[in-house]
T-cell receptor, first 114, second 109 residues
């Protein structure tokens, strides 16, 4: 595997389910990100991790819970989501969390909340 | 003040034509302006980026023009090809990337 991988690619869940999104980067980077992408809207930065420590949390509801067990893996735990949470969730990584570093994105997980 | 406004939302250009996408910002502290390209089913990928100390940067058929006084920057794609059909995002940052809403570009053969 190369680059940034995300699993699953598609996920359908009910509002009472608990699920997790997984991201893995094979680039040796120290920073990882979760973004939410909705149609015709700017990418919304959700969380930033640098060296496994959370450095940014952009007022994301507590029903989204990130976890970064090591510099290569990032999870987004989901529980009691709302239909408006349906979106493409993108994971990215960069050399470090400085904004001028190129971010490398995975293909995303398309989430549908029923 | 943290917004980046991108236009147009969608754009159709004939093959061989010039595609132009514009972005505007308010925060004068922004000092890095990248453009990302996203194909269907893929995540965005960095296309080209500029710092405010230059007014233009060219890489192949892709050029960023930067107007610091107007707080605007634009992406020009020369000799547009069907393979350029994608969604393009501008962004700006000082400590965190702020993204535009994207432009869906279609190049007609």
């Amino acid at each position: 595997e190369t680059g940034v991988t995300q699993t699953p690619r598609h996920l359908v869940m009910g509002m009472t389910n608990k699920k997790s999104l997984k991201c893995e980067q094979h680039l040796g980077h120290n920073a990882m990100y979760w973004y939410k992408q909705s149609a015709k809207k700017p990418l919304e930065l959700m969380f930033v991790y640098s060296l496994e420590e959370r450095v940014e949390n952009n007022s994301v509801p507590s029903r989204f819970s990130p976890e970064c067990p090591n510099s290569s893996h990032l999870f987004l735990h989901l529980h009691t989501l709302q239909p408006e949470d349906s979106a493409l969730y993108l994971c990215a990584s960069s050399q470090d969390s400085a904004a001028y570093n190129e971010q490398f994105f995975g293909p995303g997980t398309r989430l549908t909340v029923l | 003040q943290q917004q980046v406004k991108q236009s147009p939302q969608s754009l159709i250009v004939q093959k061989g034509g010039i595609s132009i996408i514009n972005c505007a910002y308010e925060n004068t502290a922004f000092d890095y302006f990248p453009w990302y390209q996203q194909f269907p089913g893929k995540g965005p990928a960095l296309l080209i980026a500029i710092r405010p100390d230059v007014s233009e940067k060219k890489e192949g058929r892709f050029t960023i023009s930067f107007n610091k006084s107007a707080k605007q920057f634009s992406l020009h794609i020369m000799d547009s090809q069907p393979g350029d059909s994608a969604t393009y995002f501008c962004a700006a940052s000082n400590y965190q990337l702020i993204w535009g809403a994207g432009t869906k570009l279609i190049i007609k053969p």
